[in-house]
């Protein structure tokens, strides 16, 4: 099923254009890529909140280390793994705390967010192989089934992840994927008609530069690089949230199409008028708990169903 709904809250608009001047403010500036993701943390701390009925708690799995979101009351004894985003050089468990509480409350499961490597200093495949390590960590627990998610370029590793998985016959129970990066040879014609309504990427300079640090010598078009470009038969159900007003709308709305084609359960909801990874707003914004919402009950259902 493939949906775009049609209504914007005055909040979420009101947002939008704080959101524009503040990311237009921080482009005015030349910082370093270490000072950028100080920034990001900062922020995220500012900004935190968790909501009632989840614990975090700090642990290390696979040799990395990283944080639980436990639910007061679970559903099951299923995991959701989840990636954060950061166009693989930026973000960490910290700067994506709230999110993943907020997702982990949503699906009724057990939540871990790894702290996997990032690009330049530790190039593909390391974030990759931290999420399979991480992977089999859990399932070496024995506890049940495990779904994974992630937003950005951490939506891209979920899927590199569960392609990984499905080529060494290791089960995942389903994909919840926000606003992914599939495609980092920025093929999709949404880095063109989308770049004036996107206050994050309105040039695809910043992308492309990541992109380079990621893949190293590698192709860019490689399938666990850019999924998009993989054989996607054989994946476990998809569900993916993207906003209307992101120029990676089209790795979104390309993947959805290639995974039908190859016989994948995959679903798409477009959200009109919204930017990337709004979700980052939940306990804010009625959007971001109502698309949280929508994926924990996907996750839910495919953990208690597998």
């Not at 705390?97 to 499961?109: F, K, M």
Request: negative net charge; charged residues 20%; contains cysteine.
């Amino acid at each position: 099923m493939n949906q775009t709904i049609d209504m914007l809250s005055p909040k979420a608009r009101h947002y939008s254009q704080l959101l524009h001047r503040e990311m237009a403010r921080q482009r005015s500036r030349t910082q370093t890529l270490e000072q950028e993701r100080q920034a990001q943390e900062d922020v995220a701390q500012l900004a935190l909140r968790l909501p009632d009925g989840v614990r975090v708690e700090d642990d290390s799995l696979a040799g990395r280390p990283g944080k639980w979101l436990l639910p007061a009351r679970v559903k099951s004894f299923g995991w959701v793994l989840y990636f954060h985003g950061g166009a693989y050089q930026t973000g960490s468990p910290r700067t994506h705390l709230n999110l993943a509480a907020h997702l982990a409350l949503a699906a009724g499961h057990r939540l871990w967010l790894p702290d996997y490597r990032l690009a330049p200093e530790h190039p593909f495949p390391a974030a990759l192989d931290d999420a399979v390590a991480a992977y089999q960590a859990l399932a070496d627990k024995g506890e049940g089934a495990i779904a994974l998610a992630g937003d950005s370029a951490g939506g891209g590793l979920a899927l590199a992840t569960a392609l990984r998985l499905r080529d060494v016959q290791l089960p995942v129970a389903g994909l919840a994927l926000l606003s992914p990066w599939t495609d980092l040879t920025l093929s999709g014609a949404s880095h063109q008609n989308r770049a004036q309504l996107d206050p994050f990427f309105p040039t695809p300079d910043g992308l492309a530069e990541a992109a380079q640090r990621y893949a190293n010598s590698q192709p860019l078009d490689h399938p666990h690089l850019s999924p998009l470009f993989a054989d996607l038969s054989g994946l476990p159900p998809l569900c993916v949230h993207v906003g209307d007003h992101e120029t990676l709308l089209d790795d979104s709305v390309a993947l959805v199409d290639r995974a039908q084609a190859a016989g994948v359960e995959a679903q798409l909801k477009i959200w009109p008028e919204l930017w990337h990874v709004w979700q980052s707003y939940a306990g804010r914004l009625e959007e971001s708990d109502q698309s949280l919402a929508e994926l924990g009950a996907f996750l839910r259902q495919r953990l208690l169903s597998a």
